[in-house]
């Protein structure tokens, strides 16, 4: 038995493009611009379960990004994700629906920096945030205890790439899991 019944993986890849300089608290140092940022993102996710087909959805991001907010190697991120997981077919074994909306809290470590005029800026991320789902279909084989409606805590774990287009855009790819701490983001019978 592991901590974590359930993985869902969201997003499997993202990509955000991110509007810089639109706030800017504080411009005390030109290597050193502190900025706060919004991103827009799509990707794709999949849950893990115990069901035979898995399809990818679509998945969404909105962020929130405090740039170089820690330094020039810490940028702290607030985001919401929502998306879909479930099964192609219902009626089958293990097959199920269910829509997610996550907040989280995410630091973004770049291990080489962020200084400007940096063009490829690698990182990786962990954050902490919650899950709240709605079960939207149950298979036959669902577990007769997991709640329809709820909401459980999850990690954010992953890794990405920025690329600085210009002063004011930046793309960025990223893949990242997000482990649940609970068995409910799917309904059917563990086997």
């Known amino acids: 038995m592991t901590l974590f019944k359930k993985y869902r993986l969201i997003p499997l890849l993202g990509i955000a493009i991110y509007l810089f300089g639109s706030l800017t608290p504080d411009k005390s140092?030109?290597?050193?611009?502190?900025?706060?940022?919004?991103g827009l993102g799509g990707?794709?996710?999949?849950?893990?379960?115990?069901?035979?087909?898995?399809?990818?959805?679509?998945?969404?991001?909105v962020t929130l990004l405090y740039w170089r907010g820690l330094g020039s190697m810490f940028?702290?991120?607030?985001?919401?994700?929502?998306?879909?997981?479930?099964?192609?077919?219902?009626?089958?074994f293990s097959e199920y629906t269910t829509s997610m909306t996550a907040p989280d809290l995410r630091i973004r470590f770049y291990p080489f920096g962020t200084e400007d005029g940096k063009t490829l800026m690698p990182y990786i991320h962990a954050g902490v945030g919650v899950v709240i789902y709605n079960i939207k279909d149950?298979?036959?084989?669902?577990?007769?205890?997991?709640?329809?409606?709820?909401?459980?805590?999850?990690?954010?774990?992953?890794?990405?790439?920025?690329?600085?287009?210009?002063?004011n855009w930046m793309l960025d790819l990223n893949i990242s899991g997000n482990p649940s701490f609970a068995d409910n983001l799917n309904p059917a019978t563990d086997q």
């Open 29 to 38: 140092s030109a290597q050193e611009t502190k900025e706060l940022s919004i």
């Open 43 to 61: 990707g794709a996710s999949f849950g893990v379960n115990e069901a035979h087909d898995k399809t990818l959805h679509f998945a969404g991001r």
């Open 75 to 92: 940028t702290p991120e607030l985001g919401l994700t929502f998306t879909t997981n479930g099964t192609p077919t219902l009626g089958g």
């Open 138 to 167: 149950k298979p036959y084989n669902s577990d007769p205890s997991v709640q329809v409606t709820g909401a459980d805590p999850n990690l954010a774990i992953g890794a990405g790439l920025t690329y600085s287009i210009n002063r």
